[in-house]
C-alpha cells in the first residue's frame, strides 16, 4: 500500500483567468510538505506529474502554464508515509470524472478495500488514495452528491485526510477529516475572484490571496460558477489537530488554527527555559531551520545569548532539504553531512542546543560528534517535541517502532529512563524532553484538541488499536 502526507491546493477563478501559474506558485510553498514529487489536475485532462521538486521542472513551466490553461486546479506536493517514491504513486489520481490529491493516511485501507472489490494489491503498487477515490466515486453514484458520499466515507474510513478534488464537469472541492488531523485553509484573491484552499497559508501568500479562514473539520467546501458553497459531512464535538505540525511541519510564516506557527515555535522556545532553566550555559544554538525560532525563544526567555553555531550548507545537493522527511537513510546521512558547526563559535562554550524533534536520533548523533569535533565543552539538548515512541497512522513518517530512538524492545520504561537512555545514545551530556502539557499551554491550543498519540500511544482519536508494523511490511523497502 501506498500512503501519503503531502500538501494539497484547489483553485478556482470565477473571472476566468488561468490559475496554473498560481498553483504551481502555491505547491511551491508547500514545498517543505513534500519533496519527492509533484502534481496537477485541470477538467477532463490526465494529470500531469513530476518526480523530485517543483523547482526542477521550471524549463517546463511556459508549456504546462499554455498546455493546462484553466480557470480551476488541483495540485499536490508528496512524500511518501507507505511506498516507494515513483511516479505512479504521485498524486493527484484520476478515478472516472473524479480527480484527487489527499494529504493525511487511510488506516484500515485493506479493509476499505473490499468495499470497492479489490484486495489484492501490493505495497509496492497500491495507495490509499487510490482506494478512498474508488469508493468515493462509487458512493456519490449511489447517493446522488458529494457530500452525502462522504458522510458515508467517512464511516468506513479510518485515519486523516484533507483531499481536495477537480470533476471533469468543473467543480474544486476540499473536504478536511472530522478531527481535523492535518491543517487546511480557505483564502480569496480578490483581484482574480478567485478562491483556493490549500493545506497552509504560506500557499495562500504565495498567490496573493487573503487567508480568510480555517477549513473546519469535517466540512466540505465547493468552488464552482457559483462561487463558494459550504456543507457539512460531520460534526464531530473534539478535534485532534496534529502537534508536529507547530514543531515542525508546517512552514513558519503559516497561521494554523488561529496561530501563527514562528509564534507559537518561539513562544514553545520560552516554555521551555522555564522547564529547563540551564543557567550556566554559554550559548544557544538552534538546529536549522525549523527549530531556530524555539531557540530564539529560548534565549531570550533564559538571558542567554543566541547564536548560529550550526549552518546548513545551502549550497550542496541535499543540503536546503529536509532530513526528517527525507525516505532514505542514506539520504538523510548525506544532509547531516551538510550542517556545518562554527568553530570560532562552539569553541569552549557550554551550548543549548535546541531541536523541534527527536525521532530516529541520526540528525542529533551527527550533530553532537559535529559540535564535539568544533571543541563543545558541554553539550546540553533540549527537545521542543515529547519522546516519541509510537508510530503515527494519521499521515506522519515515523512507520516503525524499532526504528525509534526511544524504542525499549517491550521493556517498560520510566520518561527518565527513557531520556537517559536517549541521551546516551546521541552523546549529549544533558537531554530535556518536552510535556504535552507544556507544549500545548506554549502554542495556546487546548490539550484535549490536539493529537499527541505518537508519544502516549493512545490511538483513541483515530478509533484504531494498531496492529504495530515494520518499515518493510510498510514501505515495501
Ligand atoms: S501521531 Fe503524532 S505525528 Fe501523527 S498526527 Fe498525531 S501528533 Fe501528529
Not at 7 to 25: A, C
Not at 162 to 184: E, H, L, Q, W
Not at 457 to 476: A, H, Q, V
Request: net charge neutral.
Amino acid at each position: 500500500m501506498v500512503k501519503e502526507n503531502c500538501g494539497v491546493v484547489g483553485i478556482f477563478s470565477l473571472s476566468g483567468t488561468n490559475v496554473i501559474p498560481m498553483v504551481i506558485d502555491a505547491l511551491r510553498a508547500l514545498q517543505h510538505r513534500g519533496q519527492e514529487a509533484w502534481g496537477i489536475a485541470i477538467p477532463n485532462k490526465p494529470p500531469l506529474k513530476r518526480l523530485g521538486l517543483v523547482s526542477d521542472a521550471s524549463s517546463e513551466f511556459k508549456t504546462i502554464t499554455k498546455e493546462y490553461a484553466s480557470p480551476s486546479v488541483i495540485g499536490h506536493v508528496r512524500y511518501s508515509t507507505m511506498g516507494r517514491s515513483t511516479l505512479e504513486n504521485a498524486q493527484p489520481l484520476k478515478v472516472k470524472d473524479l480527480c484527487i490529491a489527499h494529504n493525511g493516511t487511510i488506516a484500515n485501507v485493506q479493509e476499505l478495500s473490499n468495499l470497492v472489490g479489490g484486495c489484492s494489491f501490493t505495497p509496492q503498487t497500491s495507495s490509499d488514495t487510490l482506494v478512498a477515490a474508488q469508493r468515493l466515486v462509487a458512493l456519490i453514484s449511489e447517493n446522488g452528491n458529494m457530500v452525502k458520499a462522504l458522510s458515508v466515507l467517512k464511516n468506513e474510513m479510518v485515519g486523516s485526510y484533507c483531499f481536495t478534488f477537480i470533476t471533469d464537469d468543473n467543480s474544486v472541492y476540499a473536504a478536511r477529516d472530522p478531527k481535523g488531523f492535518r491543517p487546511m485553509v480557505l483564502g480569496y484573491k480578490e483581484i482574480d475572484n478567485t478562491y483556493i484552499v490549500a493545506s497552509e497559508s504560506s500557499a495562500l501568500s504565495a498567490v496573493g490571496a487573503e487567508m480568510q479562514r480555517n477549513v473546519d473539520p469535517g466540512e466540505l467546501i465547493r468552488l464552482s460558477k457559483n462561487g463558494m458553497e459550504t456543507e457539512r459531512f460531520s460534526d464531530e464535538p473534539t478535534h485532534a489537530h496534529c502537534s508536529f505540525e507547530f514543531t515542525y511541519f508546517a512552514h513558519p510564516s503559516s497561521n494554523m488554527e488561529g496561530t501563527n506557527i514562528y509564534v507559537a515555535r518561539k513562544n514553545i522556545g520560552k516554555f521551555l527555559a522555564r522547564k529547563f532553566p540551564i543557567k550556566d550555559a554559554d550559548l544557544v544554538i538552534p538546529v536549522p531551520d525549523s527549530a531556530r525560532p524555539a531557540a530564539l525563544g529560548y534565549a531570550q526567555e533564559l538571558g542567554v545569548p543566541f547564536d548560529e553555531g550550526l549552518l546548513k550548507d545551502r549550497y550542496s545537493k541535499k543540503g536546503p532539504l529536509r532530513s526528517f522527511i527525507e525516505p532514505h537513510q542514506s539520504d538523510r546521512i548525506e544532509i547531516n553531512r551538510w550542517i556545518i558547526p562554527i568553530k570560532e563559535i562552539i569553541d569552549g562554550q557550554h551550548v543549548i542546543v535546541i531541536d523541534d524533534s527527536l525521532v530516529r536520533g541520526t540528525s542529533s548523533k551527527a550533530i553532537i560528534k559535529a559540535l564535539r569535533r568544533a571543541g563543545a565543552k558541554k553539550i546540553s539538548m533540549v527537545i521542543t517535541y515529547p519522546p516519541i515512541k509510537f508510530p503515527c497512522y494519521a499521515g506522519i513518517d515515523f512507520p516503525s517502532k524499532e526504528e525509534l530512538a526511544t524504542f525499549s524492545d517491550g521493556k517498560e520504561m520510566t520518561l527518565e529512563e527513557t531520556t537517559e537512555m536517549v541521551r546516551q545514545s546521541i552523546g549529549a551530556d544533558f537531554l530535556g524532553y518536552n510535556d504535552a502539557d507544556n507544549l500545548a499551554a506554549a502554542i495556546g491550543i487546548p490539550k484535549d484538541s490536539m493529537c499527541f498519540t505518537c508519544s502516549t500511544g493512545n490511538y483513541d482519536s483515530l478509533g484504531i488499536t494498531p496492529e504495530f508494523r515494520s518499515r518493510i511490511e510498510m514501505k515495501g523497502e
